[in-house]
């Protein structure tokens, strides 16, 4: 479902390049899945968000999926106190669990929870064949959905999301780290309804053809992404715009300290859970 969202939202010198996607193991966690990519995004950008960020510029994510937990990390190399850190657990039920992460509750007031069936999504990303009440499976034979499907639909699985943002720049604060999560809210959404409206495209593919998917789909992705002549592996940026130097940081509040690595256990602040219940 990633793999082709992201080929879907690339073209024209924008959208995800795949820089690796490689086996790796975590102490704690096993064997998985370690990935890293540039997300080039400046024309979706909001007006008041391009005042202070370079015209052609990425986001660098990387995730670790050891599933049925995954930890995934945002960050811009120029906003060192920037940071999006996103942990994930899979359970098969429909989003029951108080304390699926086994530290501390998250309040009750910072849990959302999102249902792929009935909450609404941006007009532009509606497609009548992923409408889920539409929908019928001819691999499974599920589908549609109806109202109330949360509580009596077999088999269901609930996607956990442990949402966490920082953006400590005086200013801009309170309003990025709303607008990120507003903004994550919709893309998990349009991303679990998309993974079951698809579900005959990898229902029953064994992990080696999921993998030779991938692949074929990242080499199309980043084509798509490189096929503008504007977007260069390691743009410069003019000192006027440029605040990757100490003394430019300073003078916007800033204490210039290295990135963190998302697989630590340190968080950001500004946490908020979310549960995504797709078939």
Known sequence: MISKHSCEQSGGGEGVEVVKNE????????????????????????SWAKAFVPRFFYVTEKAWNFYPYTITGVFVSFLPKFSIRIETRFENNNGSNDNVFGDTPTPADSVSFLDILSDPIPEKHYKESEDLSLWQSNKTGRGPLEKGWRDDHKPVMCSYKRVQCSFEVYGFQTKTEEFIHRNIKDILLIGHRQAVA??????????????????????????????????????????????????????????????????????????????????
Request: no cysteine.
């Open 198 to 279: 698809w579900i005959d495209e990898w229902h029953g593919l064994s992990l080696e053809e999921v993998r030779e998917y991938e692949q074929v789909m990242q080499e199309k992705t980043n084509s798509k992404v490189k096929s503008s002549p504007q977007v260069t592996p390691r743009p410069q940026f003019s000192r006027s715009i440029s605040v990757t130097d100490e003394r430019s940081l300073k003078k916007m509040g800033v204490t210039a300290t290295p990135m963190s690595d998302p697989s630590e256990t340190s968080l950001p602040h500004s946490p908020i859970r979310l549960h995504s219940t797709p078939e």
């Open 23 to 46: 086996p790796d193991t975590h102490p704690q966690h096993g064997h998985g899945q370690l990935t890293e990519k540039r997300i080039y995004l400046s024309s979706k950008l909001p």
